[in-house]
């Protein structure tokens, strides 16, 4: 039986990561809209939902971004 913490692993070639570890332009945007939203206390739920739906989305292109540099040689 699988259990959820399980790991995952899977192969994708390093050109199509490099291409999507980062936010378009206009999620970026979008995020940086809500981030000032709710900062100024004026966020929906619905609102809240998508930001952070969009701030996990950039964490893990973080993580992936990470994942890709060359690890320095000892």
Do not use: C, W, Y
């Not at 959820?4 to 994708?12: C, E, L, M, N, R």
């Not at 206009?26 to 004026?42: A, I, P, S, V």
């Not at 952070?52 to 000892?74: D, K």
Request: glycine share 4%; charged share 25%; proline share 5%.
């Amino acid at each position: 039986m699988i259990q959820s913490a399980d790991p995952i692993t899977f192969s994708v070639p390093r050109k199509v990561l490099t291409d999507i570890v980062q936010l378009s332009a206009e999620l970026t945007d979008r995020m940086h809209e809500l981030l000032e939203k709710n900062t100024d206390g004026q966020l929906g739920a619905i609102e809240r939902t998508e930001l952070e739906a969009l701030v996990r989305v950039a964490e893990f292109g973080q993580i992936v971004s990470m994942a890709l540099q060359p690890q320095a040689q000892p």
